[in-house]
């Protein structure tokens, strides 16, 4: 059995109890199924194979912002994917894990500039260039180490489409990209630097994109784009289309990934380009789950609460999108149902998994997963209350192995520096 599944009452990832697992490392900890990550990767790589001819499939970037891990890097570098990174950092991690630097394409709306600098020395397949003040810092930059940067301009399309307000990045308000009137000038001004090389466009807009319709909007404005572009006397040679892709969280309707294929061959692939996507939550999203532990079952006159020993600085999403993430009891489970709110221990009311939920009924002590994890989890973790990260766990053909260890006190608390005159 794969992914996480329920074998003898318990729930499993990748033929391992989640009981063993909290047994074996603690809680909270991040579980991740390496066969479901390797399942969604295949049903993208998959689709996209179907409708593309061999010679012209999408270099498929792994949007890593999701998940930086380096094992989980490693593992989606073994399976073929390419990375997407916004960091220094994430380069780090993504040359660690052992992509080739031309495999790498950088975007992000604030390119610091060490890490263009890096990035420059590294080798990197292409800068994402979302302003013209970018776009000069990087042909400064490059002039100054003597390299040569290859560039591609985002294009703002002024098209709405992620799940929530707050990952939703394709409006023309919105901080990222290039708006249509402005892209030419900005093509030309790249063409005429000594230091860059514009050689396409890319378009990402958003984040869960549940309308799917939005992907063919979005799509539908490049051709017009492009030969314009082309007509100008510039070149076009690469088209990144970005990420975005769905997962379920609760009932979701997914992407249908063939659809989306066909508006990749019918729009994208007669712009005789190089195809470069970049999926990051559909990788991983529901690959991953959080395990924790029921601290207590707290009655009062108005609402029961579980109080998990899991709270919003392990997992953020519901108290920064108002995300839903499935609830499940891990071992017993066929029992009666309760209401209840999920919450942490953290001192705000916004510590909330959820509210108001029917939940099979929990007892203090027993094991609980809030599912959906994997992307956006972890990565997002903070020391909020002076509370360690959780571990990460990774499952594969059976076996776990600690990808990262749980965060000790000290190692949070050695990092800060008293002035001597505050010396106790
Ligand atoms: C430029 C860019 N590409 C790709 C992604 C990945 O998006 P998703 O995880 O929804 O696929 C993001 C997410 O913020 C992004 O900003």
Redesign the pocket.
Known sequence: MTGFTEIDGVLHADNVPLTQIAAEYGTPTYVYSASEIKKQYDALAGAMQKALPADRQPLLCY?C??NSNVAILSYLRSLGCSL?IVSEGELKRGLKAGFKAEQIVS?GVGKQRSEIIAALEAGIHQFNVESLPELEHIDQIAGEIGKKATIVFRLNPNVSGGGHHKIS?GRRRDKFGISEDSIYGAYQIAAEMENVEPVGLSV?IG??VFTVESFKTAFSKLPDIVNNIRAQGNTVTRLDI????PIVYKDEKLLDLDRYAEWVRDIILPLDTEIIM?????LVGNAGALLSEVLYVKETHDQDFLVLDAAMNDLIRPTLYEAYHGIEAVENRDRPEHNYDVVGPICETGDTFTQGRDLPEMKQGELAVIKSAG?YGYCMASNYNTRGRPAEIFVHEGKSYVIRARETLDEIIDQDTVPDFLSA
Do not use: D, I, L, V
Request: net charge neutral; aromatic share 10%.
């Open positions: 949007a912002k999701a997407e975007t990045t990402h984040s869960q970005g990420g975005g892709f970049e999926p990051g939550r559909y992307a």
